[in-house]
């Protein structure tokens, strides 16, 4: 395979550099900096990128906001995301840009068998995640729910309401109140912190917050 590395750590890099081109691997450019990434994925179209998180200026999440932008120029391009680190707002967006994309955390690779077979499996087309970084994506969108505080009945309503359905109709199909679904839809208002509007308005918000999650 032709691949692109991009670590700052130069031990780290020269060890991949090794490791790959004695498994017969061509190793087409090896950086240490996210703008050089997107440059050399530009320039060479590799088979698979290995790609490090925190790399200058900032040391945050700059490799992973470089895998991106490679992969919104070179769509399609694998990415197999090799770091210390999960940071979950960028990795939520790369793995939204489709298959062909891995995570490993590099204290958890276990034998160098692994993860040589994590990178093609990735320049294959495949996914490839550490359960550390699902999980760690998983808890944020549960935070990140906007629907997390509502009860099982306010949903059921949320869900009516979105189908179109009056409060008069959903308390048919719930066998309850009228009374009861205004306050079921009251609730729901409050939780979604939708403030006083009209209610068709807040009505209509409410729905596309569901829609959305």
């Not at 090794?18 to 997107?38: F, K, M, N, P, Y």
């Not at 210390?84 to 840009?97: F, I, K, N, P, R």
């Not at 944020?140 to 099982?152: E, F, I, Y």
């Amino acid at each position: 395979m032709r691949i692109v590395i991009a670590d700052d750590a130069v031990l780290l890099r020269e060890g991949l550099v090794r490791l790959l081109t004695e498994r017969d691997h061509q190793v087409v450019a090896a950086v240490g900096d996210g703008e050089s990434l997107v440059a050399a994925v530009v320039t060479h179209r590799p088979d698979v990128s290995i790609v490090d998180v925190r790399m200058p200026p900032s040391h945050t999440d700059e490799g992973l906001r470089a895998a991106v932008e490679a992969r919104r120029l070179v769509p399609r391009t694998p990415i197999l995301v090799l770091s210390q680190y999960v940071e979950v707002s960028y990795a939520d967006d790369l793995l939204a840009t489709g298959a062909g994309i891995g995570y490993l955390l590099k204290d958890r690779v276990a034998a160098i068998g692994e993860f040589l077979d994590a990178l093609e499996r990735v320049a294959d087309g495949g996914s490839v995640l550490d359960p550390e970084v699902i999980a760690q994506l998983f808890a944020r969108r549960r935070r990140d729910d906007p629907l997390r505080n509502l009860t099982p009945r306010e949903r059921e309503v949320l869900a009516l309401m979105a189908e179109g359905h009056s409060n008069t109709a959903i308390a048919g199909t719930l066998v309850v109140t009228d009374g009861a679904v205004e306050k079921h839809v009251r609730n729901i208002f409050t939780k979604l912190d939708l403030p006083p509007d009209t209610e068709q308005h807040r009505r209509v918000r409410a729905v596309l917050a569901y829609l959305r999650t």
